[in-house]
């Protein structure tokens, strides 16, 4: 407790503003909060001594403000967060990664998507997209929900969860996704949150964005840190007005390492956000793979020879999840085995400059060749769908390529890059052009 009376001009002499935290609408019954279901959160405001009456105390915690530094959060209602601002550095250097350069900073679209959960009763296993733009980042996490609510532990709600089973899948599918990128050996796992005040020392021509900039950075060595500090804050990812999809993000970015990011797409000056704030493959494949590669393809292939040849790096493993892309329809690029059959039936499609998700609720899917009709379950979590989406494949039907005058729904072209020649039935359900 700091006494305004006896400390006021030491601590001005250091700082005259600091960080409060506390905690909103604390239980009172003496019962642990669960950091699950408990709606309530951190938040951080301002303090002005100077504004404080002689008779004020306040639970405070000082963190420094120029260039990044330790940060401790407690309160008698919450574990201790213990984090680091960021460092203008750095987030210059993620602004640079992210969009090639500091004028530019995410849109209101990707400001205000977080991870909510949908509430038709058919659908309550999807998130929801708002606006368009962070549809990639959305169907990452959507597909390793999936695998949460279907096939860990022999299913926790399977497509019909109740709230504690969807907050505890996406803690899981964070954690999955955050675990699985790759990192130097020994190098922590970073778990961005939102800081309260930004760093100092920042650019002229750096574009504050309300978010990067206040990143408070917490660093985790097991996966069980890494699971325990996104359950105690998971509010921050689902918040209404918050910026779930950016935390992840900047999470992924610097667990890899920024410059091994830049370093893992092909060509220099690349960029993880694509026009018009639209995901990128390379963010994709951050997510869904732990490294940025710019391709889909396997391995790394070798154009030209000697001084003017060019390597165009690939997927080097088979992947949990997969990848269809209506790019491969089209003959522009090739999606490798790596990503066309992975050690889950779960697969990420990319048409339209979109990312959706398409599963099967079988394993035996991911490793059986089928010689029947089998269903897949297709969800689109920006297309405000009334219901569920059960397709029936029939890959022996040997259905001939269509002519390109025929106007055929983009995911049937991308069903039949894996199934080739498959009939698609779209049930009761009108097809998703």
């Keep these: 407790t700091i006494s305004n009376n006896n400390n006021k001009n030491n601590i ?72 680091t601002t960021v460092t203008p550095d750095d987030a210059k250097k993620l602004r640079e990664c992210v969009f090639g350069g500091l004028s530019l900073s995410y ?37 390793f929900l999936i695998n949460e609510l279907l096939f860990v532990d022999g299913g926790n709600g399977g497509l019909h969860p109740n709230k504690e089973q969807q907050q505890s899948a996406l803690a899981r ?63 921050q990812f689902q918040s209404k007005d918050g910026c779930g999809v950016i935390l992840l993000l900047s999470s992924a970015i610097l667990t890899r390492g920024i410059q091994h990011v830049v370093d893992d797409m092909d060509f220099e000056g690349a960029t993880l956000m694509g026009k018009h704030n639209y995901c990128s493959v390379e963010m994709v494949n951050l997510l869904v793979c732990g490294y940025a590669c710019s391709n889909v393809h396997d391995g790394d292939k070798v154009l030209g020879d000697g001084t003017d040849s060019m390597v165009l790096k690939g997927i080097k493993r088979q992947s949990m999840i997969g990848l269809l892309s209506l790019f491969e329809h089209y003959q522009s690029c090739e999606v490798g085995v790596n990503l066309k059959c992975p050690k889950l039936p779960i697969w990420i499609v990319y048409a339209e400059s979109h ?37 029936t494949i029939d890959p022996t039907a040997q259905v001939p390529r269509p002519g390109d005058e025929e106007v055929i729904s983009p995911l049937e072209h991308c069903l039949r890059t894996k199934w080739e020649g498959a009939a698609v039935d779209w049930g009761a359900n009108d097809p998703i052009y």
């Design 12 to 83: 001005n002499t250091l700082l005259s503003r600091t960080t409060q935290i506390r905690k909103m609408n604390p239980h009172t019954t003496g019962r642990p909060s669960n950091p699950i279901t408990d709606s309530s959160s951190l938040v951080m405001e301002d303090i002005d001594f100077d504004s404080m009456s002689s008779t004020t105390t306040s639970k405070t915690t000082t963190a420094p403000l120029s260039t990044g530094g330790r940060f401790t959060a407690k309160s008698s209602h919450m574990p201790t967060v213990v984090g």
């Design 107 to 143: 849109s209101s679209a990707w400001k205000l998507q977080n991870f909510q959960f949908n509430t038709t009763k058919t659908l309550k296993y999807g998130l929801v997209q708002h606006e368009g733009g962070p549809c990639g980042v959305l169907a990452a996490v959507q597909a």
């Design 173 to 235: 599918a964070l954690t999955n996704i955050l675990c699985g990128i790759k990192r130097a050996s020994g190098a922590p796992i970073i778990v961005a949150l939102k800081g309260g005040r930004a760093t100092r020392g920042l650019a002229r021509s750096y574009k504050q964005d309300g978010i990067t900039e206040k990143l408070l950075l917490v660093e985790c060595l097991t996966e069980a840190e890494v699971e325990k500090t996104i359950r105690e804050n998971l509010q």
């Design 355 to 391: 990312f959706t998700t398409l599963f099967s609720k079988s394993t035996a899917l991911a490793y059986t060749r089928q010689t029947s009709p089998f269903e897949l379950e297709y969800y689109d979590q920006l297309a405000q769908l009334d219901n569920h989406y059960t397709i």
